[in-house]
């Protein structure tokens, strides 16, 4: 029972890992290219990983068996850690954070190029 909690929180923490790294590497990469600059500096992007990964691990690591891992039949020694339909979450959770990122990210720098108007500064 606890071996297939084990291999079910490790499998998990990879999917979970694996989005948010994802999404943080096409985001710096992407970003750095339109915007020249990139939205995510390194020091950032290492707090981010630090952050998730800690979070991450505490909350799969203390999650207590059930007897319904013993009515699954167990995993064959050859079956890869990441499956199809976990490559299929990773992607699709990473397209839906990517989106909302790129949304807020492109609508910033065009509230940002907008022309101020001079009137609405002198009421200031």
């Given at each position: 029972?606890?071996?297939?909690?084990?291999?079910?929180?490790?499998s998990?923490?990879?999917?979970?890992?694996?989005?948010?790294?994802v999404?943080?590497?096409?985001?710096?990469?992407?970003?750095?290219?339109?915007?020249?600059?990139?939205?995510?500096?390194?020091?950032?992007?290492?707090?981010?990983?630090?952050?998730?990964?800690?979070?991450?691990?505490?909350?799969?690591?203390?999650?207590?068996p059930?007897?319904?891992?013993?009515?699954?039949?167990?995993?064959?020694?050859?079956?890869?850690?990441?499956?199809?339909?976990?490559?299929?979450?990773?992607?699709?959770?990473?397209?839906?954070?990517?989106?909302?990122?790129?949304?807020?990210?492109?609508?910033?720098?065009?509230?940002?190029?907008?022309?101020?108007?001079?009137?609405?500064?002198?009421?200031?």
């Open positions: 029972m606890w071996g297939r909690n084990v291999y079910d929180s490790i998990k923490f990879l999917q979970f890992q694996l989005t948010v790294n999404v943080a590497v096409i985001v710096a990469f992407t970003g750095a290219c339109i915007t020249q600059d990139s939205p995510l500096k390194a020091v950032q992007m290492l707090w981010v990983n630090l952050i998730m990964d800690t979070f991450a691990s505490l909350a799969l690591a203390t999650e207590p059930s007897e319904a891992l013993l009515l699954r039949k167990p995993y064959g020694r050859n079956k890869p850690l990441i499956s199809r339909t976990m490559m299929k979450n990773i992607l699709g959770h990473a397209v839906y954070q990517l989106t909302i990122i790129f949304t807020l990210l492109f609508a910033a720098l065009q509230r940002d190029q907008r022309p101020q108007n001079p009137r609405r500064e002198e009421r200031l």
